[in-house]
């Protein structure tokens, strides 16, 4: 019992290890946060093509729900909620919770998520309360790990975006 206690308030050198191999590919912001910030440039689209393929885009990513909390009428930007599924563990299901907004210009974007919460089975835990942003989190190798599986689902689809949304097209229902 004492083994198991330490484990799973302990941290491994795996998670050491795997927290060590994402540590430059993401940002902190002013509170320690992970931000992922990424500027796309000589894309082949108007801003209104960029904002209706990006939304498109979205809704086919499998394993994935998100949110428009706001857009602009002018289609120059999205306001999103991002929320993927990390770990389960022991019937737990821990998700990560991601906000950020999305800018459009002709011929460009800007992709900005930062990662705000994570949720599950319990009370929804601020990110700047669990570690590796917080030193005292209290299951370091569980938070630890569940940033890491959440860094490898988040980054390719931010760098994804924008080569999927230029190949994306709207089906036609002409076909039939």
Request: with cysteine.
């Amino acid at each position: 019992m004492l083994l198991c206690f330490g484990l799973s308030f302990g941290q491994t050198k795996k998670t050491l290890k795997q927290l060590t191999e994402i540590q430059n590919e993401w940002t902190a912001n002013e509170y320690g946060i992970p931000e992922y910030i990424k500027i796309s440039n000589n894309l082949n689209q108007n801003k209104d093509d960029l904002f209706d393929n990006c939304i498109g885009h979205f809704k086919r990513v499998p394993d994935l729900d998100f949110v428009i909390l706001e857009k602009s009428e002018t289609k120059d930007f999205i306001k999103i909620e991002i929320k993927t599924l990390v770990r389960t563990f022991l019937g737990m299901h821990v998700y990560a919770i991601y906000n950020g907004e999305i800018n459009f210009k002709d011929h460009k974007m800007r992709i900005k998520l930062t990662l705000d919460k994570w949720t599950g089975n319990g009370t929804p835990v601020p990110a700047k309360e669990a570690y590796p942003f917080y030193m005292n989190g209290r299951d370091k190798n569980f938070e630890g790990r569940s940033f890491y599986e959440s860094h490898k689902i988040i980054k390719p689809l931010i760098n994804s975006l924008s080569t999927n949304i230029i190949e994306f097209k709207h089906p036609n229902n002409d076909d039939w």
